[in-house]
């Protein structure tokens, strides 16, 4: 299994990006995905999942700005950032559960396969 994620860039306050990663070897339809990020100095943060069957949750900082979506059969997952802010600047990285079935949870240790990270910088 290999995730890569991709992109990130530079952009300012306001701004919107959308993240992609390419889960190779896993089909979507049988497992959560979510996005993680962090920031220098600071510890990994959840920012979003969507499970198996579609249902999305996201972290408290990012609800209303940010959406995740997938395409099963492209076996890509997709974060849409919007109003994206300072704060947000860190490294994101999508994260696999390989537990078939499986819900979004907020625990890192529970995603096994993890893609290399993409940098998204806000600028002021």
């Known amino acids: 299994v290999q995730l890569q994620a991709s992109g990130g860039g530079l952009v300012q306050s306001g701004g919107s990006l959308r993240l992609s990663c390419n889960a190779s070897?896993?089909?979507?339809?049988?497992?959560?995905v979510n996005w993680f990020r962090q920031a220098p100095g600071k510890e990994r943060e959840f920012v979003s999942g969507i499970s198996w069957s579609g249902i999305t949750v996201y972290g408290d900082s990012v609800k209303g700005r940010f959406t995740i979506s997938k395409d099963n059969a492209e076996r890509m997952v997709y974060l849409q950032m919007n109003s994206l802010k300072p704060e947000d600047t860190a490294v994101y990285y999508c994260?696999?559960?390989?537990?078939?079935?499986?819900?979004?949870?907020?625990?890192?240790?529970?995603?096994?396969?993890w893609g290399q990270g993409t940098l998204v910088t806000v600028s002021s």
């Open positions: 994260a696999l559960n390989n537990r078939r079935f499986s819900s979004v949870t907020t625990t890192a240790a529970d995603y096994d396969f």
């Open positions: 070897g896993r089909t979507l339809g049988i497992y959560a």
